[in-house]
């Protein structure tokens, strides 16, 4: 079955630094990948998805590659402000899938 | 456009007691899915339903019943409360099987069972 391992958490940077949040996957087939950002207190908002590989995904200044090789789609962003502290899920569905199969999330805390 | 929304944000209940989460969506979308979430678990799939009219088991459906009202809306139900239930519930729904495959999430539902 389908299954998503991302990095373990929590994460804490400072302000301006650089981030990658790993994410690796199984799946059967051609999934698409997406990321999903969690706010403090808020529901799951979509970060970003690709849909084939070497498909990248862009959004807030945060990227990641869907890489069919290494089967991973790691997060990253060049310079994290304090806004974007949350809990960030990699997660993955099949074309014809109704289930979306998450990881366990990362939380990221940046400071000032 | 409001989305997914979810009532209630907030809900105490105790051990025994009955209650029905409820979600609605205004995108048109024909799947609708029901989601826990437990710390360091992500989130697991409680039910789901393809289309109006058809519902299905996911991950971790004990304990919990599921009407699709109609293409809108899709509610939770809990028949007997238990403390393994106290968790967050996430209402989600997308286009379709064959199209976009993209979930859209509500706020959620913050449940605790004494």
């Known amino acids: 079955g389908n299954s998503v391992t991302q990095m373990e958490g929590p994460v804490t940077l400072s302000e301006e630094a650089f981030l990658t949040i790993n994410c690796t996957y199984t799946a059967t087939g051609y999934p698409s990948l997406f990321w999903y950002v969690q706010y403090p207190g808020e529901g799951l908002q979509l970060l970003l998805k690709?849909?084939?590989?070497?498909d990248k995904g862009s959004n807030k200044g945060f990227e990641a590659t869907y890489r069919k090789e290494t089967t991973s789609f790691h997060l990253e962003k060049g310079s994290v402000q304090v806004s974007d502290s949350a809990v960030y899920f990699c997660?993955?569905?099949?074309?014809?899938?109704?289930?979306?199969?998450f990881g366990t999330g990362t939380r990221l805390t940046i400071i000032p | 456009n409001a989305g997914v929304t979810q009532t209630p944000k907030f809900q105490v209940l105790k051990t025994g007691q009955s209650m029905t989460l409820q979600c609605a969506q205004d995108m048109n979308h024909n799947s609708m899915y029901w989601y826990r979430q437990d710390p360091g678990m992500g989130l697991r799939l409680i039910y789901y339903s393809a289309s109006e009219g058809t519902t299905d088991k996911g991950e971790v459906p004990n304990g919990y019943n599921v009407s699709r009202l109609n293409k809108r809306e899709f509610s939770l139900r809990l028949e007997s409360a238990a403390p393994s239930q106290t968790s967050v519930y996430f209402c989600?729904?997308?286009?379709?099987?064959?199209?976009?495959?993209?979930?859209?999430f509500g706020p959620g539902t913050r449940l605790t069972v004494l």
């Open positions: 997660a993955l569905t099949n074309f014809g899938n109704e289930k979306l199969t």
């Open positions: 690709a849909t084939k590989a070497d």
């Open positions: 989600a729904s997308r286009l379709g099987a064959g199209s976009d495959v993209t979930q859209y």
